[in-house]
């Protein structure tokens, strides 16, 4: 492959797999790379970086987890936002015209 069309040319399966592997390792996070080129230049990037030990990933995870489950989840619904129960529920502030 001509090496104009191999800097177009989507990233391979190995190289994204590979991305994934040292993304992991390394606590790292990546960018979804377009091309060859941009997967060899991020897989090079990350090489350079240290290895996260298992410790460190574990207490990395529990505290996105504790952080997470702190400040709630900004899709529930709240107590406050409904009036009514059951079938007769419905949004609080909306009256029965806006609908």
Known sequence: MPPSQQSVAAPTPKQLQLLRRL???RG???ATPATRRQASAEIARLKTRRRS???????????????????GDAA????HEVVGYGSSARWAG???TDR
């Open 28 to 30: 790292e996070t990546f």
């Open 23 to 25: 993304a992991v390792e």
């Open 76 to 79: 529930a619904v709240r107590d």
């Open 94 to 96: 909306r009256s029965e």
């Open 53 to 71: 030990t298992r410790t460190e990933r574990a207490v990395e995870r529990r505290q996105v987890s504790h952080d997470l489950a702190e400040r």
